[in-house]
DNA sequence: GCGTATTTTATTGCAGGCAATTATATTGCA
DNA sequence: TGCAATATAATTGCCTGCAATAAAATACGC
């Protein structure tokens, strides 16, 4: 039996799988940025941990965590390494020293102009129309947070 | 200078990201799916290989690879895991000696009644109409391919 | 103010991913 | 046939991710 393709097979056929449209999408956008990001010596998680950086400064090790879905177990030995390359410095909170303030050294600001060449390479490669990525975009942030509602009940 | 959100670092904002939209959301899936796959006693990633194995039986490593997007430096470590697991057995093919054929064992072929458990869940917490996730799920899967093809240049 | 609960970060251990290399088998071509 | 090129897995090393735990600081309840 199950030889042949059955119709109660079908909500477990892999091409009938978002997440595995996800999963493998999350791939080969990391395929693609690997280049980019040699050049600037990051790896694309760490490159995340730049963009937000980038955009506020001196932020506590919990913050990126929060805006990037991560903990202090991935975060940690990453901001390690940021902090090895000279890109980042960390130091304790002195209001509260359970805090680790994340701050960009200089080589690590100056590191967005380098930086800002990379967005438009990922919109060629994407081969698509601006407004299509956004949309795609938005719906994929709606499913991700209504996938993360369900993880807090 | 650059305190003030500027236009000119768009491109660069985290939430302006599709990249990071999808790498957030196969974490969130990921979630999702590994109380359900505990149950199972898969990961994820195993999970998929699973679900290849489910839809053929008796596949080389490589065919898996190129499914899945993935190589042997990690198919062969996780494939081990589902040979000490008695889910899978890996058999060097005896017309092409290079080859490595997987193939299911009872309790691996069985554990699929288990797991079409998986799917409904996972469409429940998605909170959206199957219509939907269809129409997200191709659309993804066109960006992954478009990506796939840069790279191979 | 004291003791407990909570918060924040760090650590450990395990399972991916992937690049680079190696080992072995097969193919193809002179 | 013999040798180089190719194909397939396995191995090594490094960087995530994440669960579980620990350690230290702060907040809270009495």
Redesign the pocket.
Known sequence: MARKPSAADAPLRLDNQICFAV?SA???F??VY?PLLDGLG?????Y?VMLVLWERDDV??????EK???????????????EAAHLVK?T??????????ISLTPQGYSLKEKARAVPQSILAASDCSVSELVAMKDEIVALRDRLNAVIGE
Do not use: C, M, W
Not at 42 to 46: A, D, H, K, V, W
Not at 60 to 65: A, H, N, Q, Y
């Open positions: 999963y999350a791939h080969a990391n395929r690997k990051l790896t694309y998680p760490q995340l506590p090790v919990k913050d990126i965590g990037l879905f991560l903990d202090s177990g991935t975060l940690t030995p990453l901001l390690k390494r940021l960390r304790r909170s002195r209001e509260d020293e359970r805090q680790v303030l």
